[in-house]
């Protein structure tokens, strides 16, 4: 596996792949793996002939009184769980690799990013479309691999990609979850363990929302507040959002018709934790 710190490393070895004729899969992360990482890199293995992994803790995307200093890094363990699935390539460039001085061109995608975590998280998304484009413009990837847990991120960038005619498909591929059901997330390790026990409430609303859908329950209020009850009576959980919207528009509905999510943010402690259902109504 190559490790490249600079774009014109990543440039190179991507180059010499298509000359190959080989098609490029991309992985874009923040780092600190777990198997919903792996879960995108052995899906892009299978579809793509050469895999490339971005490692990169954007600074864009944090908010001034969020934890970019504290988010959570280990390159050693990263690199051996990447080149384990089979990854050629791991892309970690330093922040002045990817926004030297100088720099003051911002990609934004409006509308949808002003919902859920685009209203607590003022700037969020602009700081990721902003990488991701990067990314793209980079690696020049065939497919780009992202993960359901973070549906609003990846609505956001199809959106992207459509509007600004990039050329790549992006692959949405479900949540891994912990056999107790809690999304995998970096964020996780910041848990202590009563906070861990308690924040698996937030798959299991979601659950009981899908549930209510199943047995005739249509009435989006009257959903959106079984799960806001079930998350409000257990001790430590801190409610930002909880929303039922519809699917890609993201916007709100009185009655459940086609593809609508069930998205939430909660605080235990410090720690924001995100999840999300998507059911055919």
């Known amino acids: 596996m190559q490790i490249c710190r600079t774009i014109q490393e990543i440039r190179t070895f991507v180059a010499k792949r298509r000359t ?55 390159f050693d363990r990263d690199c051996a769980m990447a080149e384990a699935v089979g990854v050629d390539a791991i892309f970690v460039p330093s922040d002045r690799e990817m926004y030297p001085e100088g720099f003051c061109t911002h990609v934004e995608v409006t509308g949808i990013t002003g919902k859920l975590c685009g209203q607590s998280r003022p700037g969020h998304f602009r700081g990721v479309t902003t990488v991701v484009s990067k990314l793209f413009n980079i690696v020049t990837p065939d497919k780009a691999f992202f993960g359901q847990k973070d549906a609003q991120q990846a609505m956001v960038i199809q959106r992207m990609a459509a509007d600004l005619n990039m050329g790549l498909e992006i692959i949405i591929l479900p949540t891994v979850r912990e056999e107790d059901g809690l999304a995998m997330s970096s964020r996780n390790v910041y848990l202590d363990q009563t906070q861990r026990q308690n924040a698996t409430v937030l798959y299991r609303s979601l659950c009981t929302f899908r549930d209510a859908i199943d047995h005739g329950e249509r009435n989006t209020e009257s959903l959106r507040r079984l799960i806001t009850d079930m998350i409000a009576t257990t001790p430590g959980a801190d409610i930002d959002y909880v929303e039922i919207l519809s699917v890609p528009n993201l916007e709100p509905l009185v009655l459940l018709q086609g593809k609508v999510i069930a998205a939430l943010a909660v605080r235990f402690g410090k720690t924001r934790l995100i999840d999300n259902i998507i059911v055919e109504v």
Do not use: I, W
Request: some cysteine; overall charge neutral.
């Open 20 to 74: 190959g004729g080989q098609t490029v899969g991309l992985v874009p992360t923040m780092g600190y793996f777990h198997q919903g990482h792996l879960s995108l890199m052995q899906e892009a293995k299978k579809s793509c002939q050469s895999v490339v992994v971005s490692l990169f803790v954007n600074p864009l995307q944090f908010g001034p009184k969020e934890d970019f200093a504290q988010y959570p890094r280990d």
